[in-house]
Structures are given as structure tokens and as C-alpha cells.
């Protein structure tokens, strides 16, 4: 009841901490920064498209609005006065309750997690590892690191749509993990049409949906059961073959349905939103295909914009097609390495697509953190832990620093800020490398506690 306590305050203050700082004087002007809002996420460009619909132009004119149709007739209103001044306070309040329902929401997939690992656990006779020390609350864990993230918070106060998207992520992995077809077919529907990269977490999703959350690897159950077996044959049932999960295609095939009837409705919607202003292919071609061209050089905290401010453009579409399939190569060998770990392999997908996304911002940055949360226990013996928390620090205080001398004080130029850039995507890649391969470390230790205990 205590932790319990402790854990509620703590999401109070953080709760009370965001609204301090968004009604504060807007002196901190985090609206403009090019870490938090980019093209897709930017609440500024947004009031600016809602301008344009209120004018009867289209809201992509001009190529401010990049974003969905949907979230502009949600939110547009709300960054408007009745004096016709800007006013982003509504919106800001809003942001708040996304990120308290997806920290919720994180918790409530750590806690759905921690349950059927521990009854995985004891049904391979490993009990007496979950009552060491450092088997902790992983849903509390993720929930406080995502809501306490300066990160997260920043990005909650600074005028970014990245809230909203990341809500969707999270909203369509809880129904997976609870195995609500219809709730995670929406959830993926909405954070793909906002931001299209959730799109490759289709793999995740359907292997929670059919197969179940994430266990200890089938062979383990297997080579448990089998050894059993020999030392004594009349006992068939120390470990019971139905604990081996076998893939189910019927939520699988619900979920392709209702993410069929969803993706049929939101794209109805968009069409109607945009009957006078060129309708779907109009919408298609500002977003998604903005996305996929980068079209947008401005800068930001991935490294795409600076390659092809540089390349020839007769390279341009080479490139273009190598970035993003770059993403796809590395779908299928995750997925079958880690397929006995959905939500483990969806926070892996996140992060890689975060790191060679066109417009990354650091909301991005802050979801895939709150998520590695939910392992804190499989992760322990995690390597560069420390080394991996000074880098995110480090980026995270010099980037705005080289952005000022590069823009505003001219004694730097775009390769001090490009080099902050660098110096993220590598930490990004360290950090997938490292928890990658801190979770087969983990399993192979299973295997071993197994193949002791028999």
C-alpha cells in the first residue's frame, strides 16, 4: 500500500510539474525547437493549416500543414481564441491527459507482463528467481520513466503532436496484449495514419495477438518437459505441454478484419474532411509522401536532413529508396529471433525507426525509453547502462547549444549541430545492440537455470 502511495504521488507531481511549466510566461519558446517539433508534430503548423481550412484553402497550401486531416479538425479549434489569437493553452491540456492514459496504459502492460512471466517462470521450476531483490514492479517502473522523462516532458509542454502519436502506439499494444482485436486494430490504424513508420509494428501486434505475451522461448518448455519425463515417466504433467503456447490465427484474423473496417472509416473521414480540397490523393501526397521524400530539409535531430542537403540529387532517389528500406531488412530477423518476445521486439522496432525516421523528434525518443522500462528485470546486466544515461544527457543539453551558435551567434555552422545528430544515433544504436543482446543473455541464463534444475 505504501509503493502503492508513492507511486500515485509521483504521478501527481509530474502531472502538476507539466502544468506549471506550460502556464508559465512563454518565455521558453520549446515550440520552436527543432528537437521537439518537426514538420509532422509541429502544433504552430498545425494552427496554421486550421487558419488556411478557416480561409477555404486547402490546409496543405502553402507546405506548413504536413499532418493528418483528422488531428486538425480535433485540435485546430483548440489553438484558436474567440479574438482570433493563437492560443495553444487547450491543447497543452490535452497533451497532459495523453501522456497521463499512456503512462497508464505502459503500467498496465508492465503489470500484464510481470504476471504471465512469473507464471512462465514457475512453471519451469524457477520460481526462486523472482524473489531476488531486484525483481521489481516493471509496469510501475515504465510508467514513472515515461512520465518523469525530461524528454517527455518537454515535449508535452513544447507544442508537439508527438503525445497524441505516442498514445496510439502504446493504446494499440495494450489491446494486443489483452487481446482486444478491435481496440489494437484501432490503435494501430491511428498511430500509422499519423505517423506511418507504426506501420511495422504489425509484426509485434499479431504475434502477441496469436501467440501471447512475452515468454521464456518454446524449447525451454520443450527440453523442461522432456527431461522430466525420462527421470519419470509416470509423471507426463510436471510441465504441461498446454503451458507450450501454440500460434492462434483467430484473434490474428479479427484483428485484420477491424483493422480493415478502421483503416476504411479514417480514410472515409480524411475524404470528406478534403472533398473541396483535392480529396485523398491530396492528403497521400502531403504526408506520406512527404514522409517518404523528405522534401523538408530544415534541421532536426536525425541525420537525413544533412545527407541529402548534401547529395547530388541525381543520387537523391537512390538514397531515398536505401534509408527507408534500410528499416524493412531489419523486420524479418528480429522478428524471428525475438518472436517469443512481441512487446520486447515492438520496443526494438520503435527505436530503430526512431533513429532513421525523415522528421525524429525526441517525443520519439521519450516512448521507446518509457518501454524499456517494462524490462528493467530482464535487462539488469544491461552493458553501458551508465555510459548510454551520460550520452542521452549530454546530447540532450549540447544539441540546443550548437543550435544557438549555429543559427543565432554564426560562430558555429551545421556540422556543430550535425554532430550532435551523429553523436544520438549512434547512442541509439548502442542502446539496441545492448538490450538486444542483454535479453538473449537473459534467456540463455534460463536455460541454463533449467537445464540445472533438472
Given amino acids: ?84 489569437q493563437n492560443d495553444h493553452l487547450l491543447c497543452s491540456l490535452v497533451f497532459v491527459v495523453a501522456d497521463f492514459i499512456t503512462a497508464m496504459l505502459i503500467r498496465a502492460i508492465g503489470q500484464k507482463l510481470q504476471s504471465s512471466y512469473s507464471q512462465s517462470l514457475r512453471t519451469l521450476n524457477l520460481a526462486k528467481l523472482l524473489e531476488t531483490s531486484r525483481n521489481v514492479a516493471a509496469g510501475d517502473v515504465g510508467a514513472l520513466v515515461y512520465l518523469w522523462n525530461p524528454l517527455t516532458i518537454v515535449t508535452c509542454v513544447g507544442s508537439s503532436t508527438s503525445p497524441i502519436e505516442n498514445l496510439m502506439v502504446v493504446l494499440s499494444l495494450y489491446g494486443a496484449c489483452s487481446r482486444l482485436a478491435p481496440l489494437a486494430a484501432f490503435g494501430w490504424v491511428m498511430a500509422t495514419h499519423f505517423s506511418f513508420y507504426p506501420a511495422i509494428l504489425i509484426v509485434p501486434v499479431i504475434l502477441l495477438l496469436g501467440n501471447g505475451l512475452d515468454a521464456p522461448p518454446k524449447k525451454l518448455f520443450l527440453q523442461g518437459n522432456s527431461k522430466t519425463n525420462e527421470k519419470n515417466p509416470s509423471n507426463v504433467t510436471s510441465h504441461p505441454r498446454h503451458m507450450i503456447r501454440c500460434f492462434s490465427w483467430r484473434p490474428v484474423l479479427h484483428f485484420v478484419l477491424w483493422a480493415s473496417l478502421w483503416s476504411f472509416y479514417v480514410l472515409a473521414l480524411c475524404s470528406i474532411s478534403l472533398k473541396q480540397y483535392g480529396g485523398l490523393p491530396e492528403m497521400l501526397k502531403k504526408t506520406y509522401g512527404f514522409i517518404l521524400t523528405v522534401e523538408d530539409l530544415s534541421p532536426n535531430i536525425g541525420i537525413l536532413w544533412y545527407f541529402f542537403a548534401e547529395v547530388f540529387d541525381f543520387f537523391r532517389v537512390f538514397f531515398l529508396i536505401v534509408f527507408h528500406v534500410n528499416i524493412l531488412f531489419m523486420i524479418l530477423p528480429l522478428a524471428i529471433r525475438l518472436n517469443h518476445r512481441p512487446c520486447f521486439l515492438a520496443f526494438v522496432y520503435i527505436a530503430i525507426s526512431s533513429m532513421l525516421k525523415s522528421y525524429p523528434s525526441i517525443g520519439d525518443t521519450a516512448l521507446y525509453l518509457g518501454l524499456l522500462g517494462l524490462f528493467i528485470n530482464e535487462l539488469a546486466d544491461m552493458h553501458f547502462s551508465f555510459f548510454l544515461f551520460c550520452g542521452y544527457v549530454g546530447v540532450s543539453l549540447l544539441s540546443p547549444v550548437m543550435h544557438n551558435l549555429w543559427i543565432w551567434r554564426g560562430t558555429g555552422n551545421a556540422n556543430f549541430y550535425f554532430a550532435t545528430a551523429i553523436a544520438y544515433a549512434c547512442l541509439q544504436i548502442i542502446l539496441v545492440v545492448e538490450s538486444v543482446g542483454a535479453m538473449l543473455n537473459h534467456d540463455r541464463m534460463l536455460r541454463k537455470q533449467v537445464v540445472a534444475s533438472l
Fill in 1 to 84: 500500500m505504501v509503493k502503492k502511495r508513492h507511486f500515485w504521488l509521483s504521478v501527481t507531481i509530474s502531472l502538476l510539474l507539466r502544468l506549471a511549466l506550460i502556464l508559465l510566461p512563454k518565455n521558453l519558446n520549446l515550440g520552436s525547437r527543432p528537437e521537439i517539433a518537426t514538420p509532422l508534430t509541429s502544433l504552430r503548423r498545425l494552427a496554421e493549416g486550421y487558419w488556411l481550412k478557416q480561409l477555404s484553402l486547402s490546409p496543405y497550401a502553402g507546405s506548413m500543414y504536413h499532418g493528418s486531416p483528422l488531428l486538425l479538425s480535433i485540435l485546430g479549434p483548440l489553438t484558436v481564441k474567440s479574438d482570433g
